[in-house]
T-cell receptor, first 111, second 115 residues
Framework: GDSVTQMEGPVTLSEEAFLTINCTYT??????LFWYVQYPGEGLQLLLK?????DKGSNKGFEATYRKETTSFHLEKGSVQVSDSAVYFC??????????FGPGTRLSVLP | GAGVSQSPSNKVTEKGKDVELRCDPI?????LYWYRQSLGQGLEFLIY????????KSGLPSDRFSAERTGGSVSTLTIQRTQQEDSAVYLC?????????????FGNGTRLTVT
């Protein structure tokens, strides 16, 4: 069945550091890919998405590119802030199927 | 517009009691999901409703758990004879099902504590 794998956390960075959170997936067909973020004490929010190969999703300085050849959707940000501290979930969805989420990666950004 | 609404936001119950958790999805959203999130853990899929199709119940952990969705809108998750291991945040999400491209919109969850 479909699955999503994320790098294990927690990830701890200093403010203004470069961030990469790896995400790879296994799925038949052509899923859409998503990153969700959960800030402390809050619910999950959509961060960005990409619906086909080579699409780049972007939001709040975060980017991720849908790479079908490597089945990856790595999340990147050039300069993280303390306010980016949260748990990040990679997810995929195919038409008519259940969403599949990765286990989440906790990011802590230190001032 | 209104987002996904869940009630109650917090529920404390005694072991062995039944509880009902409610979810009001975004109007017009045909897909509705229930997830469970234990402290510091990821999302555990419970059940998925899509339109008039039979729900995908493959994630329900035991027969003490059940869910229904009335009129294609409001959903209720029922846990019978609660156990301490049921303590978690129960999240509801809905989406406008398209070609698999529609994102999920999450509610703020119900925090269930079984004492």
């Amino acid at each position: 069945g479909d699955s999503v794998t994320q790098m294990e956390g927690p990830v701890t960075l200093s403010e203004e550091a470069f961030l990469t959170i790896n995400c790879t997936y296994t799925a038949t067909g052509y899923p859409s890919l998503f990153w969700y973020v959960q800030y402390p004490g809050e619910g999950l929010q959509l961060l960005l998405k990409a619906t086909k190969a080579d699409d780049k999703g972007s939001n709040k300085g975060f980017e991720a590119t849908y790479r079908k050849e490597t089945t990856s959707f790595h999340l990147e940000k050039g300069s993280v802030q303390v306010s980016d501290s949260a748990v990040y979930f990679c997810a995929l969805n195919r038409y008519g199927q259940n969403f599949v989420f990765g286990p989440g990666t906790r990011l802590s950004v230190l001032p | 517009g209104a987002g996904v609404s869940q009630s109650p936001s917090n529920k404390v119950t005694e072991k062995g009691k039944d509880v009902e958790l409610r979810c009001d999805p975004i109007s017009g959203h045909t897909a509705l999901y229930w997830y469970r999130q234990s402290l510091g853990q990821g999302l555990e899929f419970l059940i998925y409703f899509q339109g008039n199709s039979a729900p995908d119940k493959s994630g329900l952990p035991s027969d003490r758990f059940s869910a229904e969705r009335t009129g294609g809108s409001v959903s209720t998750l029922t846990i019978q004879r609660t156990q301490q291991e049921d303590s978690a945040v129960y999240l509801c999400a809905s989406s406008l099902e398209g070609q698999g491209q529609a994102p999920l919109h999450f509610g703020n969850g119900t925090r269930l504590t079984v004492t």
